[in-house]
């Protein structure tokens, strides 16, 4: 019988534990890597993606949190914190009641999906909602961590960037070598310098043999490394990437640079289409966020900047049923009437006669 055994046994050998961590898991990472046919018509490249709303709590954090929670355990810690958009707060949670440690998670007020927020309810998480953005949150938990007996597993702690590299590892072990280009979202900005470490870690070990391009994409209402400035007040409907100073900036930069890539913007608009097309054409149902990247690569496409040919792996970050008001925002245009229970009054509804 076989079962994925969770990112730290898959990939121990490159990641900072030792034979004497405990291993908190729920079996993340194995997160398939879905042919995107529509996807690959409208682009005409190969496009992949790989989705992370497949991971125990619906997001890739928890590639991250696996290995941030088993360090904290070994270290003797009784409480973590973090601060979060709603992903990172909802994997802490679960993670951390599973090591039998504390969590405490700081939210911007009225700014997470609903989904997230039962998330870090019902694993018990000692919740604040604080009156202030992301940053703020941020900037409150380094303070806490420096002065409080409580561990930071925010993706400043670099053990988090270290699991989530393995992401990397699996897509070229499933598609045998590095794609050409890998896109993703960026918000707080670790998961695009995490790719770009287990890229450059696979190609160094000649495990593939070339690196991607890294290509990047922001909220345009929250895209402070395409300005090159901090936004005071970020704003976008893909609440999970409203981050206005990002914590691994020079990182991201380092990751777009180094490999030929871009960070650019996309509109909430176009985020919210390529939602609901990956929803209605591929059958992949992500939130908000985690449909930048596929904005970007269309915008791009659309631009006459994407040339042909290519293979191109598109990160979709979080399951979609994190925020269903958003979906339903758009996708209940009226109220659905109801029907009698009877067969052929649903058959008339339905438009079979
Ligand atoms: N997509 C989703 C669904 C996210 O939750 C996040 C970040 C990102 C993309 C961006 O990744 O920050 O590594 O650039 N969410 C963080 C959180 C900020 O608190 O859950 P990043």
Known sequence: PFQWRGVIEEYRDRLPV???TPVVTLGEGGTPLVAAQWLSEKTNCEVWLKVE????TGSFKDRGMTVAISLAAQAGDKAVVCA??????ASAAAYAVRAGLLPLVLIP???????KLAQAIVHGAQL???DGGFDDCLRIVRELGKNYPVALVNSVN???????KTAAFEVCDALGDAPDLHVLPVGNAGNIAAYWKGYREYAKDKLASRTPQMWGFQAEGAAPIVRGAIVEHPDTAATAIRVGNPASWTLAEAARDESGGRIEAVTD?????????LAAREGVFVEPASAAGVAGLLATKAAGRLDGGLTVVITVTGHGLKDIDTALSYALPQETPVTPADTDAVARVAGLV
Do not use: M
């Open 18 to 20: 030792s034979a004497d």
């Open 128 to 130: 604040v909602s604080v």
């Open 53 to 56: 709303g497949n991971n125990p």
């Open 158 to 164: 670099p053990v988090r960037l270290e699991g989530q």
């Open 269 to 277: 608009d176009q985020i919210l289409t390529a939602q609901r097309d």
């Open 109 to 115: 007020a009225g700014r997470i999906a609903k989904g």
């Open 84 to 89: 979060s958009t709603g992903n990172t707060s």
